[in-house]
């Protein structure tokens, strides 16, 4: 392959610009990966918390929170209780499996380890410490592995 430093720096751009898709890609995901696994986590304990008060302390439990919130009946407190710890229970399952049915949490792992391997090619690229066929089977590797990364290509 033509080892001229036109032929590199044309590769030097095409890695920029991969990286600065992937960055892109990273900043909307990673977001949304912590917002899910954020609300998966705050769900399931809470849940847990709104089941174990009354597992634990019982009639005295629920005749304290009725008596706190001036509630007529334990009943209500007992349909509170169960309906919250439903809603926390679901809203965690749904988050997760969104992350899940999307891969998110691999997906960015694999972008985060595409763009740091990225960014070693391009300093071993600007150092002229490889030959340019070796970078561009390495670019191709790198960038196999992170197929869900749509280049967005300024025209």
């Known amino acids: 392959m033509d080892e001229s430093a036109d032929t590199r720096q044309r590769l030097s751009d095409r890695i920029d610009q ?9 900043g909307r995901e990673r977001p949304r990966r912590n917002k899910l696994s ?12 709104l089941t174990a008060g009354p597992a634990v302390g019982g009639t005295g439990f629920t005749e304290a929170v009725r008596g706190i919130f001036s509630l007529d009946d334990d009943s209500i407190v007992w349909r509170f209780l169960c309906l919250a710890a439903v809603i926390f229970s679901v809203a965690a399952a749904l988050a997760t499996n969104f992350a899940n049915s999307h891969a998110l949490a691999e997906k960015v792992s694999a972008a985060e380890a595409a763009n740091a391997q990225l960014e070693g090619l391009q300093t071993t690229l600007s150092f002229g410490h490889i030959a340019i066929d070796e970078a561009l089977k390495l670019y191709q590797q790198y960038v196999a592995q992170v197929p869900f990364v749509d280049d967005v290509r300024t025209r």
Do not use: C, D, M, P
């Open 18 to 26: 991969k990286q600065q898709t992937i960055r892109s890609y990273l």
């Open 38 to 49: 954020n609300i998966s986590i705050v769900g399931s304990a809470l849940a847990a918390v």
